[in-house]
């Protein structure tokens, strides 16, 4: 299975980008983007599960959108109302968790490349 992310790029504080994440084949029970930063533990971000159940992390809550288009097998992260503190890589991931571990890294077997986000103040 492979996982293409793209969309990433600078925008300033109070912006919106839109991540895509294409995936190659297959269908899995969750679909997830996590973050990361220099030095920093993989950040989960926000995970659709069984195609219809969206989670988000208090951080991005409100502002953070995940949805997929299985039809095309994309997956999708709207970000608006950016800050600063979104900068960050931004990873997609597909796997098999169960509910009470979809925001767990170490869960997700399939990657992305990852994607560059910069938020300037």
């Not at 991540?19 to 679909?31: D, E, K, V, W």
Request: aromatic content about 12%; hydrophobic content about 35%; proline content about 2%.
């Amino acid at each position: 299975v492979q996982l293409q992310a793209s969309g990433g790029g600078l925008v300033q504080a109070g912006g919106s980008l839109r991540l895509t994440c294409i995936t190659s084949a297959g269908t899995f029970r969750s679909y997830a983007w996590f973050r990361q930063t220099p030095g920093q533990e993989r950040e989960f971000v926000a995970a659709l599960f069984d195609r219809t159940r969206k989670y988000y992390s208090d951080s991005v809550k409100g502002r953070f959108t995940i949805s997929r288009d299985n039809a095309r097998n994309t997956l999708y992260l709207e970000m608006n109302s950016l800050k600063p503190e979104d900068t960050a890589v931004y990873f997609c991931a597909a796997g098999n968790p169960i509910l009470s571990a979809v925001s767990a890294s170490g869960m997700y077997r399939n990657w992305g490349q990852g994607t560059q986000v910069t938020v300037s103040s």
